[in-house]
Structures are given as structure tokens and as C-alpha cells.
């Protein structure tokens, strides 16, 4: 699929607008400019994978970088600096929205734009691929005036996306937004947007305590990153105001060890949250050519074990014309804990790791595991594409260890929760995952999609998060600039 531009006629301005254009057209996050000795490699991630894109000859190498530095509004003269710059332009009718970063490497300048999408925000709440009952936990969460909500996850797993979506709902005439965000991510019509600048002082602390002069009814933060701020937001939420914020942990009880060791009082804690909802994206079945095959035994087991359902058959891509690999977009895999007041009790009393644990995955949470699981049942993503997230996707280690044995642990408490209720004794040996079974087989052609994608996944942990601090620079007329 790799993309030919006649690099003697076109102009290097028409070159770059074809590689973002047609970039953004085929639903690509980012585009990377490699240098290599030999040329430029161009490669643009799609559904979080990186593909071959284009090769560019060294001889336009530089003055390709310069274009998309000066439309970025980057220093052209600076090639030995980190930089960030921000493009927002309307080419072709494609409306672009990029944040775009530079880094000196030992071979040259390497860059990458990110391509900001707000479509999925855009099509709302109701479109983010929450189950009935978690969708149903979440308006009751925002219905709530005032308290904290989270949205956690790692790096690339849609957080803004639902976050933006959330404000948008809240989004109403007569409340006061306000956000503080590093970077501001996408535009929203009636709400006050800061982005933070760190060098001259405007940290999101710093931000959040003006805001609070503000007569705020809703604060978004963009990430908790550090304790100031944990606390600054926590303390926001018991007076009176929504808040709404990130944080980089992989479900809902790793998202309350975490605040709680960033020094956020126990009692503050308990009275200040009103949920968290932690996701990771999946890749999403192409519709086109999706095939149903039979279930292993291995397979059989775990969605008895974790859903009670007899599953005879699931879906994988075959790959078509519209897809290429069976594949096509992402679909968020959800956790969602709606805190009740025996979680209350118990942050703020300061009960055993195990016993929050147990006391989190009993409130009728279903893991993200289940809700994975669930949507593998309905031929949304696949059986494989579930269990890499559960056991690769985890670029924190110490508060996101979620292998799947632990995965496995977590959905079982809430099915003995089921157990009792329904008195039934089919999960008797529910709490010793058999270890054989664990370690069973994951059918062996799938290796391969595996290692691949533990490739990508290490791709995509290295990469960062969107430029900090953007100067976003409006080109209407971005042909009118020249180099
Ligand atoms: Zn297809």
C-alpha cells in the first residue's frame, strides 16, 4: 500500500497536504517521519497499528521537514531542540486539527502529527460502545451535581474522547465550564477552555485554583498528573462543583489506591467520588467480512467462567477491500464502578487492599474482562484482540498490573455476588482459577497476531502523547504559505 508521489514535478507544499489529507481520509491518529540513512520513512497508525505509508528521498527530506514546521508555526532554524506546533486547516473539505512534534535523532529530525478526530466525541455518549447498563451507570454519574468523575485508562486508550463526549452532554446554557487541559484537544462552543503553560507558571493547579473564583458549576481537568492537583480537584468536588477528570490507571480500584497515595484524604476521598469509568480501545470487526468460527474448549471455558454463557461461536475478519485485515476502527472495552455508600465507608474508614477489592467488584461492576468478553459474544472485536489488551496493554506497572489471571480474580467476585443471589453452586471452584486452564493453549495462529501486536503496542507506548503547549495557528489558506 505504499503511496508513490511523483517527488521530481509535485511541489513538496502538495506533497505534505496529500500526506495529511489523505492521512486523515483514511482515519489514521498520527503520521511518523522517520529519517534513515537511505530516505525519509513515512508510516501513519491505524486502529493503533503503524503501517508502511510512503518513502521520501533525501534530496526533498529537508525541505519537506521545513514546510511542515512553518505551517506548524515551529522554529525552521531550530533542528537541534525538541519542538511542538499545531496546524489547523481546511483542505479538500477536510477539516485538520494537528498537533505536530519534532525530535533531534542521531539520524536527523523525526516528526510526528498527530491527528486530532473529533467524530467520535461528536457522535455522542449514546455512540461510544458503552453496554445498556453501564451507559445507564454513566448518565446516573453526571446526573450527580457535584462530586469527582474519572475516566482512566493508558496512554491512547480514548479517555478524551469520552471525557469531551461527557462535556458535551453537561454542556448547557445555563452552567459555567470551565477546563484545564494540556493539550486543549478540541474546540467545545460555550465553554471556557484554558491550556496549561508550564513555563510561565500555568500549571493545572495552578489553573484549577483561579478556576475555582469562577463561579464554576462544572470543571474539566484534563489529567491528574501530580498530587497538587489530585487534591485541588478533590477539594473543588465536595464544594459544590462537578469535576471531571483523567488519570493514567487501568480500573477502578487502581484509580483509588492511586488517589489515595497521592495524599488525597481518605475522608475527602470517600465523600468526593461519584465513579470511575476505566476503558482500553479494541479493534473493531469490519462488518463486511466478518466470519463466524467455532470456539476452542479454552474459549468455551472462560466465557463459562466469566459470562455463564455457553459460547459455540465468535467472529474473526477475513479481510476485505474496505478493511484490508478484518479490522476496521475501535470500540472501547468499559469498566464502570458507580461508588455506593458501603465503598464510601470503607475508603474512608481505610480497609485492606483485599477487602476494597472485594467490596468494588461486588457493586454489580461488570470488569473489563466481562465487558471484553461480552462484545467478543456479540462479533464487536475479537477473542484474541480481548485478551492481548487484558495482558499487554498495561504501560504501567505499578498500578496497572491486570494479566488475565487477575482479570479473571476480579469478574469472579462479582459473580459470586450472582452465585449467592441466584443460590446456585456452578462456581463452586469459581475462586481457584485452575492454573492448566490459565495456561491452556491460546490457539496457537494466533501467535503471531500476538507478537505482532505486542510490537505495536511497544510502538505506541513510546510514543507521546499529543504536543504539549500547541500554538495553534489558523491557515485558512494553507497553499498561500510557501516555504
Ligand atoms: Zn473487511
Redesign the pocket.
Known amino acids: 500500500m505504499l503511496q508513490k508521489f511523483d517527488f521530481e514535478k509535485m511541489p513538496v507544499v502538495e506533497i505534505v497536504n496529500e500526506i495529511m489529507v489523505d492521512a486523515a481520509k483514511r482515519g489514521a491518529s498520527d503520521i511518523h517521519f522517520d529519517p534513515l540513512p537511505e530516505y525519509m520513512k513515512v508510516r501513519i497508525r491505524i486502529d493503533g497499528l503503524l503501517i508502511n505509508y510512503a518513502e521520501i528521498p533525501n534530496t526533498i527530506k529537508k525541505n519537506l521537514i521545513t514546510r511542515i514546521k512553518i505551517i506548524a508555526g515551529m522554529n525552521i532554524t531550530e533542528t537541534r531542540l525538541p519542538q511542538d506546533g499545531a496546524i489547523k486547516a481546511s483542505l479538500q473539505n477536510v477539516n485538520l486539527d494537528l498537533r505536530v512534534s519534532s525530535i533531534p535523532t542521531s539520524e536527523g529530525e523525526k516528526m510526528v502529527i498527530r491527528i486530532l478526530d473529533y467524530s467520535m466525541s461528536l457522535s455522542g455518549l449514546e455512540n461510544l460502545g458503552f453496554s445498556d447498563k453501564n451507559f445507564h451507570k454513566v448518565l446516573k454519574m453526571i446526573s450527580v451535581p457535584n462530586g469527582i468523575i474519572l475516566v482512566t485508562g493508558a496512554t491512547g486508550t480514548g479517555k478524551s474522547t469520552t471525557v469531551y463526549a461527557v462535556l458535551q452532554k453537561l454542556n448547557r446554557e445555563e452552567t459555567n465550564i470551565i477546563t484545564v487541559e494540556d493539550p486543549i484537544e478540541m474546540d467545545i462552543e460555550g465553554i471556557n477552555q484554558i491550556q496549561v503553560n508550564s513555563e510561565i507558571g500555568l500549571t493545572f493547579a495552578a489553573a484549577l485554583r483561579s478556576i475555582l473564583r469562577q463561579d464554576p458549576d462544572i470543571i474539566m481537568v484534563g489529567e491528574i498528573r501530580d498530587a497538587e492537583t489530585a487534591k485541588i480537584a478533590v477539594r473543588a468536588s465536595i464544594t459544590g462543583h462537578i469535576v471531571l477528570s483523567t488519570l493514567h490507571t487501568n480500573n477502578s480500584l487502581n484509580t483509588i489506591e492511586r488517589l489515595l497515595d497521592m495524599e488525597v484524604e481518605r475522608y475527602l476521598l470517600a465523600s468526593s467520588l461519584t465513579g470511575i469509568i476505566s476503558q482500553k480501545l479494541a479493534r473493531k470487526l469490519?462488518e463486511?467480512?466478518r466470519i463466524s468460527r467455532k470456539t476452542n474448549q479454552y474459549e468455551k471455558d472462560l466465557f463459562k467462567k466469566i459470562l455463564n454463557q455457553d459460547i459455540d461461536e465468535v467472529y474473526i475478519?477475513?479481510?476485505?477491500e474496505?478493511?484490508g485485515n478484518?479490522y476496521?476502527g475501535r470500540i472501547a472495552i468499559h469498566e464502570v464502578l458507580l461508588i455506593n455508600q458501603e465503598i464510601r465507608d470503607a475508603i474512608s474508614e481505610g480497609i485492606s487492599k483485599e477487602n476494597l477489592r472485594e467490596m468494588v467488584y461486588k457493586a454489580d461492576v461488570n470488569t473489563l474482562l466481562q465487558d471484553g468478553l461480552e462484545k467478543v459474544a456479540k462479533g464487536l472485536t475479537t477473542f484474541e484482540e480481548v485478551l492481548k489488551l487484558i495482558e499487554l496493554e498495561d504501560d504501567d506497572r505499578v498500578y496497572g498490573e491486570y494479566d488475565l489471571k487477575t482479570a479473571i480474580d476480579y469478574t469472579n467476585l462479582t459473580h459470586q455476588t450472582e452465585i449467592n443471589e441466584s443460590k446456585t453452586d456452578i462456581f463452586n471452584d469459581i475462586n481457584d482459577v485452575n492454573e492448566n486452564t490459565l495456561n491452556q493453549n491460546i490457539p496457537t495462529n494466533t501467535d503471531n497476531n500476538i507478537n505482532e501486536n505486542v510490537n505495536s503496542m511497544n510502538n505506541h507506548q513510546n510514543d507521546n502523547e499529543p504536543a504539549s503547549e500547541p500554538i495553534p495557528i489558523i491557515f485558512d489558506e494553507i497553499d498561500n504559505v510557501s516555504i
Request: charged share 35%; net charge neutral; hydrophobic share 0%.
Open positions: 469490519c463486511k467480512c475478519g477475513e479481510g476485505c474496505e478493511c478484518g476496521k
